[in-house]
T-cell receptor, first 114, second 113 residues
Framework: EAQVTQNPRYLITVTGKKLTVTCSQNMNHEYMSWYRQDPGLGLRQIYYSMNVEVTDKGDVPEGYKVSRKEKRNFPLILESPSPNQTSLYFC?????????????FGNGTRLTVT | SQQGEEDPQALSIQEGENATMNCSYKTSINNLQWYRQNSGRGLVHLILIRSNEREKHSGRLRVTLDTSKKSSSLLITASRAADTASYFCATVLVTGANSKLTFGKGITLSVRP
């Protein structure tokens, strides 16, 4: 089954403790992206990757890192999480450029930073 | 910002009625997409309409695009309780080798049985 898999689904951590949220897709998609969703703010893009070893900042990249060593994986790294990073995070992928390719989303990771 | 803005923010209708949701944006776009999100889940792509298209249908969904007014509408006909969800429009702008997809803040649709 074609899918985007995120782990974990829920994560509670403390300020400053490094964490990684994994994302994997099995559709051989070139494009992958991370979003955060907050009430009243909609979805905001954190980072995206057009292909292996190519990553770019989205609209809210501060406090986050990503890597794209393999086509299928696009982990999101929070080196020193803070409470304002408490949010619902989504990974998404699409084939090629987005001019005609819809995004496929994972089921989300709800992160709480205390 | 080219961000789409949906209208209304929330909509409550009776099962069987039609639901119309609108999206406005500010800059030229290459295409516009509509997504649905069930509570706490990932977004699911519904339909994509290109800038040179005016109307598209998919099952009970009808999407229109008016580039002169920079607006789009999503019509769900004969709504069902299972259509209860949040709906997002997303605009795509391609510039050179890059493309940017920007989501609106969403519309919450409640369909009463």
């Amino acid at each position: 089954e074609a899918q985007v898999t995120q782990n974990p689904r829920y994560l509670i951590t403390v300020t400053g403790k490094k964490l990684t949220v994994t994302c994997s897709q099995n559709m051989n998609h070139e494009y992958m992206s991370w979003y955060r969703q907050d009430p009243g703010l909609g979805l905001r893009q954190i980072y995206y990757s057009m292909n292996v070893e190519v990553t770019d900042k989205g609209d809210v990249p501060e406090g986050y890192k990503v890597s794209r060593k393999e086509k299928r994986n696009f982990p999101l790294i929070l080196e020193s999480p803070s409470p304002n990073q408490t949010s619902l995070y989504f990974c998404a992928s699409s084939s090629g450029r987005q001019n005609n390719s819809p995004l496929h989303f994972g089921n989300g990771t709800r992160l709480t930073v205390t | 910002s080219q961000q789409g803005e949906e209208d209304p923010q929330a909509l409550s209708i009776q099962e069987g009625e039609n639901a119309t949701m609108n999206c406005s944006y500010k800059t030229s776009i290459n295409n516009l997409q509509w997504y649905r999100q069930n509570s706490g889940r990932g977004l699911v792509h519904l339909i994509l309409i290109r800038s040179n298209e005016r109307e598209k249908h998919s099952g009970r969904l009808r999407v229109t695009l008016d580039t002169s007014k920079k607006s789009s509408s999503l019509l769900i006909t004969a709504s069902r309780a299972a259509d209860t969800a949040s709906y997002f429009c997303a605009t795509v702008l391609v510039t050179g080798a890059n493309s940017k997809l920007t989501f609106g803040k969403g519309i919450t649709l409640s369909v009463r049985p």
